[in-house]
Nanobody
Framework: VQLVESGGGLVQPGGSLRLSCATS????????MSWYRQGPGKERELVSS????????NYADTVKGRFTISRDNDKNTVYLQMNSLKPEDTAVYYC?????????WGQGTQVTVSS
């Protein structure tokens, strides 16, 4: 199982970024996917999840209305569109899948929101 995040960077408050997580080594369309983040000095927290066919999506209250999760089962990729970014969104963002009782994580992508 491999998960590779990309799309992070430095953005000003109010800006947008689109994160991608390219996956391999498992049947992507058979598993829900999630995005987590870990800010400086903070615990890792769940940001958003999406069901196998994208029929159900969940968001943390802190990002609801600003972030949108999506997936492309043909490309084995999950996305996180982040709009109206705030300094408190600064974190390393990880995608994850739970398979066979094991949580697999990517290496993360850094998002920094600062003027």
């Amino acid at each position: 199982v491999q998960l590779v995040e990309s799309g992070g960077g430095l953005v000003q408050p109010g800006g947008s970024l689109r994160l991608s997580c390219a996956t391999s080594g498992f049947t992507f369309s058979s598993y829900p996917m999630s995005w987590y983040r870990q800010g400086p000095g903070k615990e890792r927290e769940l940001v958003s999840s999406i069901s196998r066919a994208a029929s159900a999506k969940n968001y943390a209250d802190t990002v609801k209305g600003r972030f949108t999760i999506s997936r492309d089962n043909d490309k084995n990729t999950v996305y996180l569109q982040m709009n109206s970014l705030k300094p408190e969104d600064t974190a390393v963002y990880y995608c994850t899948v739970r398979r066979g009782g094991i949580n697999y994580w990517g290496q993360g992508t850094q998002v920094t929101v600062s003027s």
